[in-house]
């Protein structure tokens, strides 16, 4: 049965102890010298300090007890575990009663000329709508359901109103493969998979749907399905699929099913630590892991950060560039925003369709005031030419943004001299899909260090150290110190696998190197672990050569990251062909380049191929990814001690091999 207590309507009065932003008057970057003072008495005090912070929310019952975690004793991420909440009611239902004719979405399609403004009013009408189609099929409280949806407004509807009704969302990119899609559906167990027939990007059409049905088939599966619905939103095609009917699944679509269903005004009274959503990520291991975010500590840490580091203003227009199935997408395109009552650009498009200057445009337009996007989409901008921004005004713009990589001097330079026309702070925001919201970020801080993460955010202690049994040849690692509000709780069906980033002195390990400069300020240089970051998307080495592998031709694979000018890295793929297959290296290259795409989707194309006799082992046989990252950045000098390799001999043959392969 459903478990839903509250009931919300924006005709009756405010039921939730109410604390809107407003009366949250922690506010301490309005003057930079007070950011030390308020820092230190964050780390000092707490728990006393985060408790204080819970009053961005509106709470059914307000918490007593802050952080119950404790590293050293034990994994559990456990925040405001007394503290019941509803994460809808206080992105939707607060501000349709406050602020209705506010604008909440700013729908930019991928077409141009296609804005759509959704006000918040609107937005509450919608979700109660797609909450009534939930549960008529079924929906209930910790139930996962699985979302297969581009960068659209029903994507959000469909995430607030499984938040509304206390189900967990497992967004999955729809850039993904079928392949991709399937090992989360694995991983997931959803009974309900939301998707669309017509997704438009970079000018093309192409479905969804026929990748979910491709994702059912038991051989992806493995005869691991638990989903027994599929629901459609947005238009569908006339030429109807009959997959469902073969795989014994049921279809439904959703406009005709809202005109025969109730919306639900009531929501769900949720624990602060009742998972919110599930979202996946890649780590050292070959398998993406589902990262699991908690409704209240989530919520209150992405509501403050999303305040404080872009500095939030009542009449702000704020367009954040990512796309929804990513953790920026989460935190920084729906649940800060929304839990803020911002008005947000949602951009279902590329940043070069129909042209360069779409972002401008869009920015133009709308009176953008603060703009987040990442490394690579500026690069790839500023690659194709000023032309583009030369014709924009850009004069609305107050606030910079970038996450996903460090942005470089000189890219950061074009980003604030050319967009920001020298007077747009940049905030470079340092964070992680375990984080739940930026940790690093320069906060307003003056003047600013070009590439420089610079300073934690309130509450959030780092420490740069080395890795515990690391190697000594690695540079040292960033961890942070104790939990805070935002750290996910674990992953989904395997706690223990989340286990490992934690030390036992109550650390926890974000896997990136770093350094600290005299002004105590913090430089993030990238992953120390064997996780690639290609155009800002994380990939693990791993996950890569399983798919490099599963070619018949292909014996052994080893893939490393390079540096790449627009991606920040690219991808790297050494293979051993295998003795007895007679195959053309062209065939065999353009194969695994197949397999790749087919397994994780073409995000994760490889750049360069090689194909190779050997790769450097040590002698119990473990190939030595340390010596291939040196030779593709062509450090040849400092390939460290190959003496105790079992074959050192081939490293000569792979040098020969990677510079012929670039001239
Ligand atoms: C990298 C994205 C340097 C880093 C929010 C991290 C960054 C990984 C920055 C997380 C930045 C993200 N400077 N590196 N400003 N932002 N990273 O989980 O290596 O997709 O560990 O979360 O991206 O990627 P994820």
Known sequence: MLNIIRKSSILLPITLISCVMTKNNFNPLKNPASYQKEYNESLENNN?????????????????????????????????????????????????????????????????????????????????????????????????????????????????????????????????????????????????????????????????????????????????????????????????????????????????????????????????????FILHTSGSAGIPRGIVHSTGGYLVYVALTHKFVFDLQENDVYFCTADIGWITGHSYGVYGPFANGATTVLFQGTPTYPDASRFWKIIDENKVTIFYTAPTALRS?????????????????????????????????????????????????????????????????????????????????????????????????LWIKQSWPGLAMGVWGDQQCFKQSYSSENFYNSGDGAKIDEDGDIWVLGRIDDVLNVSGHRMSSAELERAVISHPAVSEACVVGYPHDIKGQGIFVFAIPRNNVSIQSEHLCEGIKQNIRKEIGPIATPDVILLVSDLPKTRSGKIVRRILRKIVSKDFENLGDTTTLGNPSCIETIIMQVLNKNK
Not at 159 to 176: D, E, K
Not at 190 to 208: C, D, H, M
Not at 448 to 467: D, S, V, Y
């Open 48 to 276: 006393a300090f985060w408790l204080k912070q819970t009053s961005i929310l509106d709470w059914i019952q307000p918490p007593t007890i802050a952080n119950g975690s404790d590293f050293s004793k034990s994994t559990d991420v456990k925040w405001f575990e007394d503290g019941k909440l509803n994460a809808c009611y206080n992105c939707v239902d607060r501000h349709a009663q406050k602020t209705p004719h506010k604008t909440a979405i700013i729908f930019e399609a991928d077409q141009p000329g296609k804005t759509i403004h959704i006000t918040y009013r609107e937005l509450y009408e919608k979700v109660c709508q797609f909450s009534g189609v939930l549960k008529a099929l079924g929906v209930k409280k910790g139930d996962v359901v699985t979302l297969y949806l581009p960068t659209i407004p029903e994507t959000i509807y469909a995430m607030l109103a499984c938040t509304r009704l206390g189900a967990i969302h497992s967004v999955v990119f729809a850039g993904f493969s079928a392949t991709a899609l399937a090992s989360r559906i694995v991983q997931a167990k959803p009974r309900l998979i939301i998707t669309t027939e017509t997704n438009s990007r970079g000018g093309k059409t192409f479905s969804l749907k026929k990748n979910v049905y491709e994702a059912l088939k038991e051989n992806l599966l493995n005869k691991n399905n638990t989903v027994e619905k599929v629901l459609l939103v947005g238009q569908s095609l006339e030429n109807k699929n009959t997959d469902s009917v073969s795989i014994n699944i049921k279809e439904f679509n959703f406009e005709s099913l809202s005109k025969l269903t109730q919306p639900v005004y009531d929501y769900a009274e949720m624990c602060a630590t009742d998972p919110l």
């Open 381 to 477: 901008l500023r690659s194709l030419g000023d032309d583009f921004v030369n014709h924009a005004s850009l004069e609305s713009l107050r606030i910079l943004a970038s996450v996903g990589e460090a942005i470089d001097p000189s890219t950061w330079q074009w980003f604030f001299e050319k967009i920001g026309k020298s007077h747009c702070p940049i905030m470079d925001t340092w964070w992680q899909t375990e984080s739940g919201g930026v940790l690093i970020c320069p906060l307003l801080k003056q003047p600013q260090k070009p590439g420089c993460a610079a300073k934690p955010f309130f509450g959030i202690e780092p420490r740069i150290l080395h890795e515990v049994g690391g190697n000594p040849e690695e540079k040292e690692a």
